[in-house]
């Protein structure tokens, strides 16, 4: 029964593609997951009544919108306090002592992308929108579909928020601005504003091509699902099928974070997406919660940011010089 092959094929699909862009690890040819995706689209072709939203044919976009809709976020998207070094992260550190003698950190990589929110309903992807001026963000959905690391169905029955990043790889990006190098068109400065121009093409066939990816970084309701501390809620949305940054790491204290911030300020060039600094969150969901917010931005995290790129190579001059 077609049916059946249907289910059977979009669950292999679903399948591969969570090894191939969520785990990086393909198990099957690109030729046997094409003749699959073909075998599923006719199958589609025939019985359009079968096709659901979260099959695996969803992906290649097809919608053409004429605008975005706008969309309120239940939960303000905040931005992150902004230091820049030692001293500041020192000072960060003291403020949250003060109520937390010892404290636990999560560092994660700030990657240089722009800020989704992702909202499920019924275990199937609901809406995807941008931080916009973080009450009220744009619906970018048919886009958010085609990025394949991001689930269009997760098995958790309830309302469901995660945010995260959308970004575009240095490869990606590179491959990207060859071509329009090739076809005459301006270029875009960095993968920051290309993958900011990708989602917010009306045209879903145009983000697809574009190799968007993203990581995943927060769970506004973990406490709700039984998460003590971020790491938990990190932990809970990779058993979901999201992908989360494998470089986090939780430290015991400050001069962890900055041992943290050092090597990864070594290996930024080596990575292949772009950061722009390293996120510092107090672990305990709870002392987030005490801890609480100024009016833009959480206290209970922080930004160090790496110095701008061509500020080393300037210093590097001036010591040449001198
Ligand atoms: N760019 C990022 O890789 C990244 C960004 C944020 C945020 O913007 C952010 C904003 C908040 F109000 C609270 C936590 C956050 O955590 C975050 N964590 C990250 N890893």
């Not at 689209?41 to 992906?59: G, L, N, V």
């Not at 990207?176 to 875009?188: D, I, M, T, V, Y």
Request: aromatic share 10%; charged share 25%.
């Amino acid at each position: 029964m077609t049916l059946e092959r249907l289910n059977e094929i979009k669950k292999l699909l679903n399948e591969y593609n969570y090894q191939y862009y969520v785990l990086d690890n393909p198990t099957v040819s690109d030729q046997e997951y094409d003749r699959l995706m073909q075998e599923l689209q006719s199958i589609e072709a025939k019985h359009p009544e079968w096709i659901t939203a979260d099959s695996p044919s969803q992906r290649v976009g097809g919608e053409v919108l004429d605008g975005f809709q706008k969309v309120t976020h239940q939960r303000m998207m905040l931005s992150l306090g902004n230091i820049f070094n030692e001293d500041e992260l020192r000072e960060f550190d003291d403020r949250i002592r003060e109520v937390y003698p010892q404290v636990e950190y999560v560092c994660e990589l700030k990657i240089d992308g722009l800020a989704v929110s992702l909202v499920y309903a019924q275990g199937q992807l609901s809406y995807g929108a941008t931080r916009g001026d973080g009450t009220v963000g744009e619906d970018i959905t048919h886009n958010v579909k085609t990025i394949k690391s991001i689930p269009l169905s997760i098995d958790y029955q309830g309302d469901f928020e995660v945010r995260g990043e959308i970004y575009m790889p240095k490869k990606s990006f590179e491959q990207l601005n060859q071509q329009r190098k090739e076809a005459g068109e301006p270029l875009f400065a960095n993968p920051r504003n290309a993958a900011a121009g990708s989602v917010r093409q009306l045209d879903s066939r145009i983000a697809a091509k574009r190799g968007l990816d993203a990581f995943l970084y927060m769970v506004p309701t973990a406490s709700e699902v039984g998460c003590q501390t971020h790491k938990e809620a990190l932990d809970y949305i990779k058993q979901l099928g999201f992908k989360t940054n494998p470089m986090t790491r939780v430290c015991a204290n400050i001069q962890e974070v900055w041992q943290f911030i050092m090597e990864m300020t070594e290996k930024r060039q080596s990575l292949p997406y772009e950061i722009d600094g390293i996120v510092i969150k107090v672990n305990r969901l709870d002392w987030q919660e005490r801890l609480g917010y100024t009016a833009k931005v959480p206290k209970w995290a922080i930004a160090y940011k790496f110095p701008a790129e061509e500020v080393i190579t300037k210093l590097k001059d001036i010591v040449f010089t001198i």
